[in-house]
């Protein structure tokens, strides 16, 4: 074989390997999300994780040294989608910030009861959230996000009080706490009920808007 065909040859073999490893950590990364959403962090191994993806017990190992070390890689590749619904609302906040942030809450919910990812990463991040380990690198991504959550409600709260929507004297970033947690707490109570007398996304939207309600300085 010629000089250059062999080097041609090594470069796609090595590319395709690449590829086929990223493939397989990614096909890894999707099982790990499912397996500890539906059964919880405890109750799954790294080798029952490994037989679903449909490679061996030390491939798994190849890519993530421990279950630590596969979760904090979750949390790095999978997040929630307020980005999204913050770009599709924020064009509205300048004329009503309360009725954009209402609709920015309510659409990042909707889209975590609707999309199987958001829903996985949901739960094991934050319904499951007392079964996650104690690691440095994962509470500080988990604690970037928030901040950037929050930040995001902020900014809405900020421009609802520049329009006179709410107290001069309320303090933002209290409240987008306060915001960020009736979500979530709404979220967790679609997910576990049982109730079908009224639609999911009726439930969400109608809680978030007696909460936002709440902060309008016209029902004083």
Same mark, same amino acid.
């Given at each position: 074989?010629?000089?250059?065909?062999?080097?041609?040859?090594?470069?796609?073999? =090595?590319?395709?390997?690449?590829?086929?490893?990223? %493939?397989? +950590?990614?096909? /890894?990364? !999707?099982?790990?999300?499912?397996?500890?959403?539906?059964?919880?962090?405890?109750?799954?191994?790294?080798?029952?994780?490994?037989?679903?993806?449909?490679?061996?017990?030390?491939?798994?190992?190849?890519?993530?040294?421990?279950?630590?070390?596969?979760?904090?890689?979750?949390?790095?590749?999978?997040?929630?989608?307020?980005?999204?619904?913050?770009?599709?609302?924020?064009?509205?906040?300048?004329?009503?910030?309360?009725?954009?942030?209402?609709?920015?809450?309510?659409?990042?919910?909707?889209?975590?009861?609707?999309?199987?990812? =958001?829903?996985?990463?949901?739960?094991?991040?934050? %319904?499951? +959230?007392?079964? /996650?380990? !104690?690691?440095?690198?994962?509470?500080?991504?988990?604690?970037?996000?928030?901040?950037?959550?929050?930040?995001?409600?902020?900014?809405?709260?900020?421009?609802?009080?520049?329009?006179?929507?709410?107290?001069?004297?309320?303090?933002?970033?209290?409240?987008?706490?306060?915001?960020?947690?009736?979500?979530?707490?709404?979220?967790?109570?679609?997910?576990?009920?049982?109730?079908?007398?009224?639609?999911?996304?009726?439930?969400?939207?109608?809680?978030?808007?007696?909460?936002?309600?709440?902060?309008?300085?016209?029902?004083?």
């Amino acid at each position: 074989m010629l000089p250059n065909l062999a080097i041609k040859k090594e470069s796609v073999l =090595a590319r395709r390997s690449r590829e086929e490893a990223e %493939q397989t +950590r990614q096909l /890894l990364l !999707e099982t790990a999300l499912r397996h500890y959403a539906t059964y919880g962090i405890h109750q799954t191994s790294l080798k029952a994780i490994a037989a679903d993806a449909g490679v061996t017990h030390g491939a798994l190992y190849w890519h993530f040294k421990n279950r630590d070390d596969l979760i904090v890689a979750l949390a790095s590749t999978y997040t929630l989608p307020f980005e999204r619904a913050y770009m599709e609302h924020l064009q509205a906040i300048d004329q009503d910030a309360l009725s954009a942030l209402a609709g920015f809450l309510t659409d990042t919910a909707k889209v975590v009861l609707r999309e199987t990812q =958001a829903s996985f990463t949901f739960s094991v991040f934050y %319904q499951r +959230r007392a079964e /996650l380990p !104690e690691v440095p690198a994962l509470n500080e991504i988990l604690q970037s996000e928030r901040m950037l959550w929050l930040d995001y409600i902020d900014r809405f709260l900020k421009q609802a009080r520049k329009q006179k929507q709410i107290r001069k004297k309320t303090k933002s970033q209290p409240m987008a706490e306060v915001l960020l947690s009736q979500m979530f707490g709404l979220l967790i109570l679609c997910l576990w009920s049982e109730d079908e007398s009224a639609p999911v996304s009726t439930l969400i939207a109608t809680g978030i808007e007696n909460a936002i309600r709440g902060l309008d300085a016209t029902k004083d």
